[in-house]
């Protein structure tokens, strides 16, 4: 038997999420309600192998569920050995809706919440893909405040949007949000990014921002932006790299559950070549074996070449498009494996 010594997160799609964002680096997939009692049947079937499971009933949404302050007790209650966390996440969805739930944020110890923007009013709508969507956030940035918890503003920037988070930038000013913040004690954030080119996102490779074009008063706000380089640097730095780009879970393990039993790791989108298998119809003691020897197609693959092959035969040596070095290794693979039709 292989040890149980490691850890292990699960974290099920039990309840799906309210919005179809365009840069969502899992991919869309429908909300579909799971069998009653999927939660401690998954447990189950994990305990013999592992000593610690971390259970979480979301991987979406957090908390969209009704009964969000009962499935905290009951993800705590399911989990062996450990306790699960609640992260700076929280539902913009439900915060606008339901009364009480900023205060079960305040209650189980959440100081910030993050909140996501692509621009102003009709492009947030647009790419979180609900009318109302971006009137719902700011109105959520208030309650969060109301109830002494921090927002943090964060933005995808593209070629399309560019322009307009610089405006997002000054209305956050407008708003004196750094100021009330700080009241509550915390302080303001407000950051870019453009993201990572998976799932729903890698359509959002034509309009990638340029590094170039990333407007210069947005600069102090973009995460790691000396160590994101244009795809054309990538491109020359790794020509002759014989290095292997493989994704790994050091330490903890960390799986996806979607509500169809498909079982993943937490590397990038649950698309079927990154699928491990199926909880349903794969015997349980082959989908650990998989998992503890990470042995499923997209990673046997990445094994098989390396990084210089993959910018040789995917880079584009003249995109000036901004990537980090993760992010364009993981759009790399991904391109190989639809390319060579891995499944
Ligand atoms: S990015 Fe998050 S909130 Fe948006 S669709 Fe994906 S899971 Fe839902």
């Given at each position: 038997m292989v040890s149980k010594k490691r850890p292990l997160t699960i974290c099920v799609d039990l309840f799906g999420c309210p919005n179809r964002c365009?840069?969502?680096?899992l991919s869309h997939m429908p909300n579909r309600p799971m069998e009653e009692g999927a939660d401690a049947w998954i447990v189950d079937l994990f305990r013999p192998f592992f000593e610690e499971i971390e259970f979480y009933s979301w991987l979406r949404e957090p908390d969209y569920c009704d009964d969000y302050r009962a499935r905290w007790e009951r993800d705590k209650a399911l989990s062996v050995g450990c306790m699960p966390e609640r992260f700076e996440l929280g539902s913009f969805w439900r915060l606008v809706r339901d009364p009480s739930y900023a205060g079960f944020l305040k209650e189980v110890g959440v100081p910030v919440v993050q909140l996501t923007f692509f621009g102003l009013e009709d492009t947030t709508d647009r790419y979180i893909g609900r009318k109302g969507a971006f009137k719902e956030l700011l109105k959520a940035t208030d309650i969060l405040l109301e109830n002494g918890i921090a927002p943090r503003w964060q933005t995808f920037i593209n070629e399309e949007n560019k322009d307009e988070l610089v405006d997002l930038l000054h209305l956050s000013e407008d708003l004196q949000l750094k100021q009330r913040t700080e009241a509550v004690g915390q302080a303001f954030r407000f950051f870019v990014h453009p993201g990572t080119c998976d799932g729903e996102n890698r359509k959002l490779y034509p309009v990638r921002i340029q590094k170039s074009h990333i407007p210069e008063e947005l600069i102090p706000y973009v995460l790691d932006y000396d160590e994101t380089l244009t795809e054309q640097e990538w491109c020359a730095k790794w020509?002759?790299?014989?290095?292997h780009y493989v994704p790994h879970n050091d330490g903890r393990i960390v799986l996806y559950i979607s509500n169809t039993y498909d079982l993943f790791f937490n590397f990038t989108h649950m698309k079927p070549e990154w699928r491990i298998g199926n909880l349903k119809t794969d015997p349980i003691e082959e989908l650990v074996r998989r998992v503890k020897e990470e042995d499923i197609p997209a990673l046997n693959e990445a094994r098989s070449i390396t990084l210089g092959a993959l910018v040789r035969r995917?880079?584009?040596?003249s995109s000036e498009r901004a990537f980090e070095d993760d992010d364009y290794k993981m759009y790399l693979l991904n391109q190989h494996l639809e390319q060579k039709g891995i499944e």
């Open positions: 365009r840069h969502c680096w020509q002759d790299d014989t290095s995917y880079g584009d040596p």
